[in-house]
């Protein structure tokens, strides 16, 4: 089932790990993932369920839906219209490629959780929930961007500038946010490796032929 890093919020801890505490979600985006993530925890509970929570990271990459960050900016370069650059470029997000993603949840589809009989049996660092055949876990690059270094390599493949309007943060926005990757390789033996200078070429490239531009 699919969740968010978003659902951290105000956290300040980084990189993120899946044991800490994800209590002060600042959207109602983040609110309504994490309330999911409950709802799944219950239905494990009462059925007997085995439930993997994923928590993405900002996922880019080839076929990206058109309100996510890459696909606006090269977008919006290409068609020579501005970009919003939030907090002046001064945020940080862990920029996970499409296809990491797809290889991470397929292996975790073969990761049955059993409901341990107490929480002594549980792992230091597992988010096996004492209670349910549940568990969190992260797909995420587990290397941190800043923003203002992922326009300036999207420019370098486009070959071309960007018009930039820097704004302020948004309302509800987290300044920076990546992953701990430590227990999706300990499950899978699994580690994202395609960092944002690889895998934006191959989305530029993409958009190009799909917009035919």
């Not at 499950?187 to 032929?209: A, I, M």
Request: aromatic letters at 12%; proline letters at 6%; hydrophobic letters at 40%.
């Amino acid at each position: 089932m699919a969740s968010t890093s978003s659902v951290y919020g105000a956290n300040e801890v980084m990189p993120f790990t899946e044991v800490e505490k994800a209590d002060t979600p600042l959207t109602i985006y983040s609110a309504t993932k994490k309330a999911n993530e409950a709802m799944g925890h219950s239905y494990a509970h009462l059925w007997g369920v085995p439930t993997t929570m994923f928590r993405f990271f900002t996922v880019h990459g080839t076929w990206g839906c058109p309100d996510l960050a890459l696909y606006i900016f090269v977008d919006a370069i290409l068609n020579e219209r501005p970009i919003n650059i939030y907090n002046h470029g001064d945020m940080y997000r862990d920029f996970t490629y499409v296809d990491n993603l797809v290889r991470g949840i397929r292996l975790l589809i073969n990761v049955q959780h059993i409901r341990p009989a107490n929480a002594e049996e549980i792992a230091e660092g597992d988010s096996l929930s004492p209670a349910a055949p549940w568990c969190v876990v992260y797909i995420g690059n587990a290397h941190k961007v800043r923003l203002m270094d992922f326009v300036e390599a999207t420019e370098d493949v486009i070959g071309k500038k960007a018009i930039r309007n820097h704004m302020p943060i948004q309302m509800g926005d987290v300044p920076a946010a990546w992953a701990n990757a430590d227990l999706l390789q300990r499950l899978t033996g699994y580690r994202p490796q395609t960092v944002f200078k690889t895998g934006s070429p191959r989305f530029v490239e993409w958009l190009r032929d799909y917009h035919g531009k």
